[in-house]
């Protein structure tokens, strides 16, 4: 239970903005698991998509990254932390979601619909992944759920809608600790 308090501490204290965005990184992970509620999608993508960017909350100063063009690996860094403590179907769709962005910007009409912050990270992370690099993704086992996280990740950078709180999303944590 220690690790869920660490959580909603570090959701309620965090007011650091999302990199390039206009609302905070906790709100935009809320965000991302509403849609996933809304899509109907299973818990265990919900709670991947609302811990997606926790290594933001670990990593030094990522505004100071991007503007050094440095990636600081929040994807590895949140899913090392968390794998001590979540089931590998809640981690593995974390690790995978920057590549996951990399595989779907291959289309250009998905990468048109990538704000600005996202296309600089892109950059940063890599850039769009070449024909082997997407096959070997695709062979992932939990690459559907990283796909469908990268597409609520897009998509929760909304300010001034109607948002739940960490404390909604605490049971859903608890349920999926190892």
């Known amino acids: 239970m ?21 609302l905070t990184i906790a709100d935009h992970m809320i965000q991302s698991a509403m849609l996933a509620e809304k899509a109907k999608c299973s818990d265990n993508l919900i709670c991947s998509c ?13 505004d100071e990254l991007v503007s050094n063009d440095e990636d600081g690996e929040h994807e590895l860094v949140g899913y090392k932390f968390l794998k001590k403590y979540f089931k590998k179907e809640i981690v ?5 979601h920057v590549l996951a962005k990399r595989y779907l910007a291959r289309e250009k009409s998905y990468y048109n619909k990538l704000s600005e912050a996202s296309k600089i990270s892109l ?15 695709e062979d992932k086992i939990y690459f559907k759920n990283s796909i469908l996280l990268r597409k609520f990740d ?9 948002m739940k709180s960490i404390n909604d999303y605490k049971e859903l944590i608890l349920s999926k600790l190892i």
Request: charged fraction near 30%.
């Open 2 to 22: 220690q690790i869920v308090d660490e959580i909603v501490f570090n959701f309620k204290n965090n007011k650091s903005l999302y990199i390039g965005e206009d």
């Open 50 to 62: 609302l811990l997606h960017d926790y290594g933001h909350f670990i990593v030094k100063d990522p």
């Open 92 to 96: 593995d769709p974390i690790k995978y």
């Open 123 to 137: 950059n940063l992370q890599g850039g769009v992944l070449n024909d082997k690099e997407s096959k070997d993704f």
């Open 154 to 162: 897009e998509a929760s950078k909304k300010v001034g809608i109607k």
